[in-house]
């Protein structure tokens, strides 16, 4: 089933950038191809098994518009969790991920979004070995352009994934397979600040 899905994200990125071949409006001052940096501010809740808080999130990326429609996304982002049944400990979440973004109206000011990718996640904790698992993520959003080089917006975002490896040391160089995957699933909301 996992498998599955990963190759369903795999076609369906391919399938994106495939009709990105769309003329491009290279005077259109919305326009939407070239570098872009975005900075992302929000929350995130992780899967109920990992008795976690839900923590605060940042995130950074490098993308590039190939169209005025598709955007290709390198990022990475972490959150901070406080363990629901001893609050001085905290958990460390990290993801590094490559996704595509699609526009609905890309000329436009205010501009829906649907992103899909494929992403990498570790989850340590003080003292415990760390967890590591791929799988997908996606999203929806919104964004609004500021001023010519400035969009602000809000994305609502899923991932889907299950922890698969354990680390066996603690400078993260080794993993181990899990005899049974961990439910890894995340959530959460959004704000971004991108740059054209």
Known sequence: MKNGKIILAMATLMAISIGAAMPARAKDKNS???????????????????????????????????????????????SKHTHVLDSTRDSDFVGVELGVQYKFRPHEKFRPYGKLGLGTYFLGT?????????????????????????????????????????????????????????LGNTRGIMINFTLH
């Open 32 to 78: 939407n191809i070239g570098l872009k940096l975005n900075l992302g501010l929000g929350s995130q809740d992780v899967a109920k098994e990992q008795n976690l808080e839900k923590g605060d999130m940042a995130s950074l990326s490098l993308g590039y518009g190939v169209s005025q429609r598709v955007t290709l996304w390198l990022g990475a982002g972490g």
């Open 126 to 182: 003080e003292g415990v070995k760390a967890l590591n698992g791929g799988g997908v993520n996606w999203a929806l959003g919104a964004e609004y352009r500021l001023l010519r080089f400035l969009s602000v917006g809000a994305e609502l975002f899923w991932k889907d994934f299950d922890y698969t490896k354990q680390a066996v040391d603690k400078d993260l160089k080794d993993f181990k397979d899990l005899d049974e995957p961990i």
